[in-house]
């Protein structure tokens, strides 16, 4: 058996599980890095006396199985396999939930202020064409809680017609410029490598890819210039890519196509710590496959890799409301899509996003800090917890 829940000295303690009862089954969940990103072990230490024979039979003919250790039992499993079980197992379910919201990242998800100075941006199309305007945009979504600005000046919603290089320059440049002085991170939202190395001159720190690479010269680009890179997923190309998105799985088969990015960047060159993943919510998905890619998003972080998640404002959300017939918010304009997004970012959070791509940055905000303080509120650290169990006169086992 590998080394005990909590012995290892890159484990981190767990938070933010949902469920009391894996709270009282697994007290002690413990995930390492690299059970996520390689091996993808549970390794849990569990209450013996919240067991019945018959659980206990079932997890102990898990591969790895359980090994006794004082008055807790350890488990040490794939995950796979304990998802396996959590079918028919109650106990399983809930050490799967344990091991799970320890897989999830403890520290804050950033915000990622969105400026598009294009003429035609689904949501804000036309808003910030003028430089002046997009700046004092920037320093608006700065005021409101702002972690990194992303500008963009070409649109890839459904049906975008692509633009010159030269067009996309001349509508980003004045703009990073006039935010340069403000010292917040910058990102430029291009997939034209000519258009993120002069991004980068003018003092981008980040290149954000809506096609992860598909410009030849992009990936060695961007291992040369040593900036971060977001790689994000899209079937198809913004033109068509609405028509008829198919998928088997569309999670398994998008965490496929990132895991490829990924190795292609390193090949590149790449820094993998300075590489996020994202899943490309509405990019060649439809409303099934953004929602089965929304509430399994913890699934794409074996990657081991941040994610990166843009969902505000957008037509899914729109197509949710359609679908549940109601009529008035189906036809609100996309910046009236503030619930939506929100409940979307809650998805967000829980399933362990790192950034978190929006437009209205001070609402987002609140219902990013609110989804954290939820999920934590619910699991007492482990320290807490042991408090607690001691307080209410409890054994700790
Ligand atoms: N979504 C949009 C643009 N860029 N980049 C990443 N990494 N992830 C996203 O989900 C994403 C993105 C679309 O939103 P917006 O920029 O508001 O619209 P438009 O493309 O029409 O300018």
Redesign the pocket.
């Known amino acids: 058996m590998a080394a005990p829940p909590g012995a290892d000295a890159r484990a981190r303690p767990h938070s933010g599980l949902l469920d009391p009862g894996a709270r009282e089954l697994a007290p002690r969940a413990r995930v390492a890095p690299r059970s996520i990103a390689e091996d993808r072990r549970a390794r849990l230490a569990l209450r013996a006396a919240g067991l019945s024979a018959q659980e206990r039979a079932l997890l102990a003919a898990l591969p790895g199985g359980l090994e006794a250790h004082g008055g807790e039992l350890w488990l040490d499993a794939p995950r796979e396999a304990l998802a396996a079980l959590a079918v028919r197992s109650r106990a399983a379910a809930l050490l799967l939930a344990a091991h799970d919201a320890a897989a999830r990242p403890r520290d804050r998800a950033l915000l990622v202020g ?1 400026l ?1 100075a ?1 003429p ?6 036309g808003r910030h064409a003028d430089p002046e305007r997009a700046v004092a945009r920037g320093e608006e979504l700065l005021a409101e809680g702002a972690d990194e600005l ?1 500008v ?1 000046g070409e ?3 459904p049906g ?1 017609q692509p633009v010159p290089a030269e067009e996309e320059l001349r509508r980003v440049l004045p703009v990073l410029r006039g935010l340069l002085p403000l010292g917040v991170p910058l990102s430029v ?1 291009t997939a034209k490598a000519e258009v993120a190395a002069r991004a980068l001159e003018a003092g981008a720190t980040r290149v ?1 890819d ?1 096609t992860a690479g598909r410009d030849p010269e992009m990936l060695p680009l961007v291992a040369r210039a040593g900036c971060g890179y ?1 790689a ?1 997923h899209m079937q198809g190309e913004p033109r068509t890519m609405q028509r008829d998105p198919r998928y088997g799985d569309p999670v398994a088969d998008v965490l496929e196509a990132l895991r490829e990015r990924a190795a292609a960047f390193v090949a590149a060159g790449g820094d993998p710590a300075r590489l996020a993943v ?1 899943p ?4 060649g998905k439809r409303l099934e496959h953004n929602l089965e890619l929304l509430t399994r998003l913890g699934e794409l972080r074996s990657l081991g890799l941040p994610l ?7 037509s899914f959300l729109q197509a949710i409301d359609r679908r549940a017939g109601a009529a008035r918010a189906a036809d609100a304009p996309p910046h009236e899509r503030l619930g939506g997004t929100a409940a979307a970012l809650v998805a967000c959070v829980w399933g362990g996003a790192r950034w978190l ?1 929006v ?1 209205d940055v001070a609402v987002m905000a609140q219902a990013a800090r609110a989804a954290e303080a939820l999920a934590g509120a619910a699991l007492p650290t482990a320290g807490e917890d042991r408090q607690s169990a001691d307080a209410a006169g409890r054994p700790d086992t």
Request: a negative charge; hydrophobic letters at 30%.
């Open positions: 969105v598009n294009t035609d941006s689904f949501s804000d199309g992303d963009g649109s890839t919603r975008a939202d954000n809506v977001v994000m994202d490309g919510i509405g990019f990166y998640v843009g969902v505000s404002r957008k791509r437009h």
